[in-house]
């Protein structure tokens, strides 16, 4: 019997953003079940898991309430994590101020230093979305401790599933 290896992988950002679409979407593509219709899910309000095995890994999805009111409950499990992904929902133009905000807050928790972090602009479908240089502008604002650190951000559709295999790969890529 060999051993995987076995990865935590937290999921944050924002309400609404597409965290549980993304982690249903990531299980049907990896695991070939079934996830829930778009329209089961509402927004996330508790934690959501997801386990994957990808080659010789196990990881562990972790789809962290993104509440403001819950955000206290993400420190938490960031001492577990081995890579952080950050969803924003590349539509809201309204909410670009709180996602830095968060985004700043989450890259400077000491628990998660050095962890690779991958930004998913996400709901690349949409005609009035953000494009991937724009957000990666907006990330670049705030994120000098980004420079020093493993991330990538990529353009994805939760919903539609573009994107996201090619994600889960770079971050498989750099869990071994
Ligand atoms: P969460 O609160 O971050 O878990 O967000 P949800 O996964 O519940 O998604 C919030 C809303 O955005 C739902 O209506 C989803 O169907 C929608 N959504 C999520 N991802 C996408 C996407 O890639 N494209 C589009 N068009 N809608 C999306």
Not at 16 to 42: H, M
């Amino acid at each position: 019997l060999t051993q995987r290896e076995e990865y935590f992988v937290i999921i944050v950002g924002l309400d609404n953003a597409g965290k549980t679409t993304l982690l249903e979407r990531i299980k049907a593509l990896f695991n070939g079940v079934q996830g829930l219709r778009p329209d089961q899910i509402g927004p996330t309000v508790g934690l959501n898991v997801g386990k994957v095995d990808i080659g010789g890994s196990r990881l562990n999805f972790w789809d962290l309430g993104g509440q403001r009111d819950l955000q206290s409950i993400w420190e938490k499990y960031y001492s577990d994590c081995h890579a952080l992904v950050f969803v924003v929902d590349s539509t809201d133009r309204s909410r670009i101020e709180e996602v830095k905000t968060t985004l700043d807050h989450v890259i400077h928790n000491e628990s998660i230093e050095g962890v690779p972090v991958l930004m998913l602009a996400n709901k690349q479908d949409l005609p009035d979305a953000l494009k991937l240089h724009e957000i990666q502008q907006i990330f670049n604002q705030i994120a000098v401790s980004l420079e020093a650190r493993d991330s990538k951000t990529l353009a994805v559709s939760a919903l539609k599933g573009d994107g996201v295999r090619e994600a889960i790969d770079w971050l498989h890529l750099r869990l071994q």
